[in-house]
């Protein structure tokens, strides 16, 4: 059977490692991006070098019509979704609770829970014959992230929330949901003009005393994606030096 999977995010970072990962595996790729089309077109090519299967589509996951599109296309193009990576994320400059207006809480939940639950929705639907999902939370939701960006880590903390109870409910249908937990990743999410310091002082915290590559993070999710994990659901698996 084919296997088709969606990667919300895939123009950049994690996400664009993970489609390429994906991709030398034999997966038809849809390659998700908001706003970075060059970006999300580069990662294409890379598959399709190497000998596999992608499309670029464009979509503000956060948006219900424009999930409900991004599925109906994939279905016109690859064919149904067997396999969804829900990675697609803002990091908001920091700021604390008492200064956050409830336009920056709204945009932080729309993007990174709303998203999850309406591409999970839509995948769910066409996985007649089982799938697999994974999504992309962050340490943040074990740690608190106490450094103001309190609204990340809620909406990370939800993530978490949704990979439980998620399992428990398609598991009859033999679809399984997992979780991996990133913590400090080089990649341009970190360019938010966010504390100056931010990156040494990360790494004095990490056991392993560095920051991950966003293959590190691939290689776990595809991992999880697939049938080697046939009998692995409703986990978490922390990429994040040992903090
Ligand atoms: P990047 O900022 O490098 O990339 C974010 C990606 O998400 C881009 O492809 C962007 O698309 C896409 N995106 C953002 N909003 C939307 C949207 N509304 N609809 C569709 N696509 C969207 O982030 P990372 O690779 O660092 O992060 C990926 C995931 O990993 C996120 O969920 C993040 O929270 C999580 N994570 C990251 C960590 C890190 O240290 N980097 C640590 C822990 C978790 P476009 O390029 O088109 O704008």
Redesign the pocket.
Known sequence: MSKVVLV??????????TSIYLGKQGYSVCV??????S??IKVVTEIQQNGGSAIAL??????EN?VNILFQKIDETLGKVTHLV??????LPQMPVSEMTADRINKML???VT?YFLCSREAIKRMVNGGSIVN?????ARLGSPHEYVD?AA??GAIDTLTKGLSFEVAGKNIRVNCV??????????ADGGEANRVERVKQQIPLQR??S?EE?AAAIAFLLSNQASFVTGSFVDIAGGK
């Open positions: 919300t995010g895939g123009s950049r970072g994690i996400g664009a490692a998700n991006y908001r706003s970075n089309e970006e999300a464009q979509a503000d996951v956060s948006q424009e829900n990675n697609a994320g803002i990091l729309t993007t990174n998203s992309v939370s962050s340490a943040a990340y909406s990370k937990r990133p913590g400090f990743i080089y990649t341009e999410m970190h920051g991950g966003p993070v």
